[in-house]
Every structure is written in C-alpha cells, then in structure tokens.
C-alpha cells in the first residue's frame, strides 16, 4: 500500500510539473523526484555520461510573420543564416527538467512577447533528448547545451553582425542554468556580455553546492534577472543574480497545492511543483502586463513583512528594461492574474506611517 500511494503521488507530482504529453516514467527519475522533494541525496546509479549531440538541441522559430503554434520555423543549429537581420531582437526559450517543446508556457511566453514588441524573433529550444533522462544526467548536459546556445550567439555576432546588445536568454529550472552556461560561453568567445538574462526559478539540485563559475551567477550576463518562486526544493535558494525577485519570500507560492507523501518517520509535508512553475507564470503574466508585479528592495522576507525595515526602492518583476541591483520581495495572487499591486501598495502604505 505504502509503495502504491508513493507512485501515485509521484505521478501527480510529474503531471504538474510538465502540464504536457503523458511520457513514461522511469524508476530513476520516481526516486529523483522524490529524493528532491524530501531534499534526500540524489543517487550516481553508475550511469556514464555521453556528450551532447548537435543534432539532438533542436531551435524553433516564431516571428510576427509566424505566430501561430506549429507554424515555427525549424533552425539549423550549425546555420544560423535564416536570422541575418541586424535589426531583430532575438529571444531563446529554454526549458527545464521532463519538459519539452510542446509544454503549454512556451506558446504562452512566446506569445506575450511578440504581442509587446513584434520585433522579436523568439526562438524556443528543445533538448528534450536529454531533459527526459534522470536529473543527475539532465545536470550533465547542461553546460554543454549552453556552450551550444553560446556558440550560435557568438556566431551571430561576429559573422552576421548582429549586435549582443540584441539578444535575450530565459530559461526555467535546468534551463535556468543552461542560460548562464550560454552566457559564460558568449563571453569566452567574444570577450563581451550579452544584456540580459532571464533565470526562472533555475535549478538548485547538484547547483547549491558549485562554486558559482560552475553555475548561473551575476557574472553571466550585464544583468542577470531571477525570480525565485521553489528556493531550497526544485529552485535555487540563494541570490544568483545582479537582480533577484523573492515573491512571497522565494520557496512557497499562495495557491499551490501540498502533497503528503508518507516514508517510514511518518508524514513529510512536501510543496509539489507547482511553486516552481509560478516563476514562468508571473514572468509571462508581466511581460503581457508591463509594471504589474511591484516589488521592494530589502535584505530577506521578514523585514519586507515589517515594511518599514526596507529601502524605498522599488523595482518591477520582470522588466525587460530595468538595469536595477539587488534581492527585491513582493507578494503575490494565489490565481491569476497574479500581480497583488494593491495589496503590496497597502502594505508599504502603513508600513510607512
């Protein structure tokens, strides 16, 4: 009975998590799963790692001219000539750990940025072919699907002058990381920085632990923007960025379901991944609606919650312009829309008094 109710737990879990196609799951990836959610040690299981294929980090592209879902262009990694435009702004997607190109908030994000600036050319990646392994071997592949990504910038920039000053990078849980390993690769090869990176909820598991050029960190772009939504679970806790968003402190989301999965001490109270998802949901919800997600500059949780032990300074969650510094807190909806402006402004009002 114990066994059953675990599997099933751990199946709703994986359902959560991706809200795509059902895929097999294997054992490996039932006992990483709940490893993680009960912060357990993840296991080698003496598996080898094998090098990136070219040919398995597949490039989709969107423009103003092809919006539609399905209607993407297919990119050749080892070509990109279909992108000489000195003018565009390219934005790369990158997933996360047992996703895909098919999960619904690639079309969602892909969507609100061509709807704000139709100059984009959005680019969703898909290295799927290694996010659907265990996660000690999705971890692997990271910096080598960043040096990839990394490369493709870099060619772009120097053999079709297309400036760096152009170029945007998201990337959610794994791809969070996969998104400073992009950036370190760029700045290797051109001796420059692209503008911005986007990190949603990047991944803490293996992370935690790496001294920080081994992980995404500040240095990796000229601003690194985070949004920390499942810190100490799925997400990575501490600040990585030059600027870090904590709503609603960075570890639990208002809204998100728990899940009781009982081992042999008892009941362990674990936060499903629907908290670490929130950070691709408030990211796409402000870029639909610039200025929406308010948030103020202080140094941890519990003095924003005692607002008048904070700076007056504020920033937006998910301005694509801001060059702001700093770990910044805010609260949020428990559905959307999920922006709480009024409750944060009513907070900071009597805080202030």
């Known amino acids: 009975m114990h066994k059953r109710v675990v599997q099933l737990l751990l199946l709703f879990c994986v359902v959560q998590y991706g809200r795509s196609d059902s895929f097999f799951l294997s054992d490996d990836i ?12 993840l296991v080698e299981r003496g598996l080898m790692r094998e090098p990136v294929k070219l040919e398995n980090v597949k490039l ?3 423009t103003k001219h092809n919006k539609e879902k399905d209607s993407y262009i297919p990119l050749d990694i080892t070509n990109p000539s279909p992108l000489n435009n000195p003018r565009a702004k390219i934005a790369f997607i990158i997933h996360g750990w047992l996703e895909h190109k098919d999960v619904s908030w ?3 994000l892909k969507d609100a940025l061509l709807k704000r600036d139709s100059s984009y050319y959005v680019i969703q990646v898909d290295w799927s072919e290694y996010s659907h392994l265990g996660y000690l071997l999705s971890s692997y592949t990271t910096m080598d699907i960043g040096a990839i990504i990394g490369e493709f910038i870099s060619d772009l920039n120097r053999n079709y002058n297309i400036p760096l000053s152009n170029f945007l990078v998201i990337g959610h849980s794994l791809g969070g990381q996969i998104s400073g390993y992009t950036g370190k690769k760029v700045q290797e090869l051109t001796n420059q920085k692209i503008p911005r990176i986007v990190a949603l909820d990047p991944a803490g598991p293996l992370f935690s632990s790496r001294p920080e050029e081994e992980r995404l960190n500040q240095h990796d772009a000229e601003v690194v923007h985070v ?11 501490d600040k990585c960025g030059t600027l870090d968003f904590y709503p609603n402190g960075g570890s639990f989301q208002p809204g998100c379901l728990k899940a009781f999965i009982p081992d042999l001490d008892g ?3 674990i936060i499903i991944a629907c908290d670490h998802q929130r950070s691709w949901k408030y990211f796409t919800e402000a870029v639909a609606r610039p200025n929406s997600f308010k948030a103020r500059k202080c140094s941890n949780w519990l003095k924003f919650t005692t607002s008048y032990l904070c700076d007056d300074e504020y920033a ?4 694509l312009d801001t060059k702001q510094t700093g770990d910044f807190y805010l609260e949020t909806n428990s559905e959307s829309p999920y922006s709480a402006e009024k409750a944060s402004f009513v907070r900071s009002f009597l805080g202030d008094l």
């Open 316 to 319: 937006y969650m998910g301005d």
């Open 30 to 41: 039932k006992h990483d799963l709940f490893n993680i959610y009960t912060g357990a040690a």
């Open 267 to 269: 009941f362990k109270d």
């Open 106 to 108: 690639y079309d969602d």
């Open 227 to 237: 949004i920390h939504t499942n810190g100490g679970t799925f997400g990575y806790l």
């Open 60 to 62: 989709y592209l969107y």
